[in-house]
């Protein structure tokens, strides 16, 4: 059956079932996002919802899309197409009506700090992406500039591939890289100023592009405590791992139980929902204040 957002609603066909994102056929030029509270670790769906999540995700999406329309124009065409009382009320705060566009095959990731793959990477090879980097940097360091790290996009449940910006030229032509480089590097700086003024570090962050009658837009999410690594700056230190906004508490709780990190995944205990909810919705609030 067709469900919308395990509603048993069948008022538009299900196009994709993703790890968080339900996308349905709108309008032939339309396609309804509906973002669930669904939550991946590792590349496996949990079990265990975290309320909120989703509207936190629109929401901040909805954001950074409007303050960044002046750099690239994105695919969103309604930011809330539910009213909280009508019918798809569950819906509300959590779907958006956006325009069709055919996706790129590459993630554009933006690095401004040295964690995660790119750290591994560094330790093996001194580079990440083969852009080499200065020696002694540690977990967590400042790059000296944001570097363009590009992915393939991988299919559900499996891992992306990091690539470099070569192989990136091949799939999508030399001229497209550049833009969507170029264009990833100034949509990094504009949300990692914002955020740090409000007391987040954006430590990395992943933008998908497409293109629309030829043109290039941004689509799917727009730094979100799941597309990027959300750091408190009042607490950075570099040299250790950085307790975050975004679902690394959740990573850690998972790296203390004795699971081999392949689906089904295990329940999450209340606290650690509760406790992962807040630093969602904490991260929302000061992201998007006044």
Not at 147 to 173: M, R, W, Y
Request: with cysteine.
């Amino acid at each position: 059956m067709t469900t919308l957002y395990e509603s048993g609603e069948t008022a538009w066909g299900l196009i994709n079932r993703g790890k968080v994102r339900d996308v349905y056929e709108y309008a032939p030029d339309r396609l309804l996002i509906v973002v669930t509270d669904r939550l991946s670790a590792f590349d496996v769906v949990l079990p265990t919802p975290i309320p909120e999540k989703g509207m936190v995700l629109t929401q901040i999406s909805n954001f950074w899309f409007g303050q960044t329309a002046p750099i690239i124009p994105n695919h969103l065409v309604d930011p809330d197409p539910f009213d909280v009382d009508g019918e798809h009320g569950h819906l509300a705060g959590r779907s958006v009506v956006v325009k069709r566009a055919e996706a790129l095959p590459v993630e554009a990731i933006v690095r401004g700090y040295l964690t995660g793959s790119g750290r591994k990477d560094y330790e093996r090879t001194g580079a990440v992406c083969g852009i080499d980097l200065p020696a002694g940097l540690v977990e967590a360091s400042r790059l000296p500039e944001p570097i363009f790290t590009p992915s393939t996009k991988a299919a559900l449940g499996a891992h992306d591939e990091n690539i470099s910006f070569a192989q990136t030229v091949d799939l999508i032509g030399r001229e497209l890289a550049e833009r969507v480089r170029d264009t990833a590097l100034e949509l990094y700086a504009f949300g990692a100023a914002h955020a740090l003024e409000r007391g987040i570090i954006i430590a990395d962050t992943k933008f998908e592009f497409g293109l629309l009658d030829g043109e290039l837009i941004l689509i799917d999410e727009a730094m979100t405590p799941d597309s990027s690594r959300f750091w408190p700056a009042d607490g950075y230190r570099p040299g250790s791992s950085q307790p975050s906004y975004d679902k690394q508490y959740v990573r850690d709780y998972l790296e203390t139980l004795d699971w081999d990190k392949t689906a089904p995944g295990p329940e999450l205990p209340p606290e650690v929902v509760a406790r992962t909810s807040e630093k969602y919705l904490e991260a929302w609030r000061r992201l998007t204040r006044p």
